[in-house]
């Protein structure tokens, strides 16, 4: 069986995630967990961006200390998915974010893979003395709660968010 492992951003991996990045761009696919990716001029800021995201001191007032990882599949050290866990809530996040947001690239999806990435994502929030996570889905992304149902994951409701236009369902998932 092959063997996938959660790998914190380096250098070394900066082709590999331009890569999965450009497929999300070719499939037109939303991207998420991707500690902001999308939202940095090159490789180099948002590595910076990443590993400033656990120095509490660099982080702004509204945002929280957050881990990113790469998902990788050990046999061909492809990425497979990117998964970015925020170590606490604040209000926003309480509300629509949670704790964990997560991509898996279109050509890998309905493997099973978002399920074993969220699974070794809980381990790492097990490992940050969380006692209980927050993982949120819109409503119409059946795969996304199928996979935190098979998580443990319990709906606790469901809102419609302002900024996204959408019903984005709340699940709780206790570690």
Same mark, same amino acid.
């Given at each position: 069986?092959?063997?996938? &492992? ?25 991207? @998420?967990?991707?500690?902001?990716? @999308? ?7 948002? +590595? ?10 660099? /982080? ?24 970015? !866990? ?13 704790? /964990? ?5 279109? &050509? ?11 699974? +070794? ?6 490992? +940050? ?18 996979? !935190? ?5 319990? +709906? =606790? @409701?469901? /809102? ?5 236009? =959408? ?9």
């Amino acid at each position: 069986m092959t063997e996938f &492992t959660l790998i914190y951003p380096s250098k070394e991996y900066e082709c590999k995630v331009n890569d999965y990045i450009e497929e999300f761009l070719k499939y037109k696919s939303e991207i @998420n967990g991707t500690g902001g990716f @999308n939202r940095y001029d090159n490789y180099d800021e948002w +590595l910076q961006k990443v590993k400033g995201d656990l120095e509490l001191q660099s /982080i702004f007032e509204d945002r929280v200390p957050a881990s990113t990882y790469f998902f990788v599949r050990k046999s061909d050290d492809r990425i497979i998915g990117m998964i970015n !866990i925020r170590h606490r809530l604040n209000e926003f996040l309480l509300k629509e974010g949670g704790h /964990i947001g997560y991509s898996v690239r279109p &050509t890998e999806r309905n493997n099973g893979y978002a399920t074993l990435m969220l699974r +070794l994502g809980l381990q790492k929030c097990r490992e +940050l003395n969380l006692e209980k996570v927050l993982v949120t889905c819109d409503k119409i992304n059946i795969a996304s709660a199928k996979v !935190i149902q098979k998580n443990n994951g319990i +709906l =606790e @409701n469901e /809102i419609f968010s302002k900024i996204f236009s =959408e019903v984005i369902q709340r699940y709780w998932i206790y570690l």
